[in-house]
Structure formats: structure tokens, C-alpha cells
């Protein structure tokens, strides 16, 4: 009797997975990526996505985390004691220059674009990542300039996500730098007066 062996698919990596949807999204933007374009990407079938992730936006969502783990600006590396504050606030600005354009496809802070998608779901989720980042910055912030807090923090926030629109745009790192380091010269009067 001749039996057929037949050969079984490999198990599906999740964590793979969120993986490669992060590189979509990134790229991309939550809008333009379909269930279509994931499911080809990792070799699933629409089902099977949904059963291992519940929905494109939990996916986002994974993603983002995935994004936030291994590639948020490292705050506390920025914000070392002793350092003063204009300084080490132009150094994150200067950094995240470097971030958002270290990879050529996949430009920008992810969360920050993501802030901007269309999809309601997909927006609110990324306002919330990326607000530890935001309050970190806030409470670093007001231990320098209480009285200014809000203001200088609001203006740090707005040149973040400027930086990552340009990094988006395909604005030279170089450029950014030089955009950061403008930025960090009205710092250094903020925290002069």
C-alpha cells in the first residue's frame, strides 16, 4: 500500500508576523495597508489573521508596541542628571532626527503617523502609545521649568512630529539635524530667562 506522506505546514510565528505588519505600517501608514497586503505578506489566509490577531487594528496595534519596545527614543540615555536641560532637550530633538531617518523605507516615528491615520480606532490607539513618551518628556520638563511646562513641552512635541513629517517627505537626515539643533537654540532661551 502506497500512502501518501503528507507534509505539514509550519507552525505560524505570531510574533513573526507582528514583525512584518510592523514594516507595512511603518512603511506605508495604517490606511494604505489592507488585510489584503498583510495576509499576502505573512501567507495567511483573511481567517487565520483574524484568528491570530482579532483584527487589522490589533495588529496595528501589536505593531506599534513591537515599534515602541525596540525603537522609542531612549529617554532616559537623553535625560541624564547633570546635563542641562536645554541641552539634553536638543539632543532628543537631534536624536530623533537620526531615528526617523535611519531606515529609507521605513521613515518617521510610526506612532507619530499614526496619530495621523484616518481610521478613528487606528488614531486613538496610536494617541495612546505614544503618550508615555509625551508625559516623560512633560515631567522632565517641569523638574527644569515649572512655570513653562506645558508651553516648552507642547514645543518639543510639535518638533517631534514635524521632524517625522519631514523624515516622511524624504528630507535629508542632515537637514533634520540642522532643523533640531535651530530648535534647541530657542531651548536654550527658554531656559536662560
Known sequence: MNEQIRKRRPAFDREKGVEIAQRLFHERGYDAVRV???????GIVPPSLYAAYGSKAELFERAMQRYAAEQ????????????????????????????????DTSRGCMITEGMRADDPVARETATRMAEPGSDGIRNYVAQHNPERATEITDYILLTLRGLSSYACLGRSREKLVECARIAGKSLEQEFAA
Do not use: Q, S, W
Open 36 to 42: 489584503a497586503d498583510l495576509t499576502a505578506a505573512l
Open 72 to 103: 522609542a527614543l531612549p529617554l532616559d540615555e537623553i535625560f541624564v542628571p547633570g546635563k542641562a536641560p536645554a541641552e539634553a532637550l536638543t539632543d532628543l530633538l537631534v536624536e530623533a532626527a537620526r531615528y526617523y531617518t535611519a531606515d
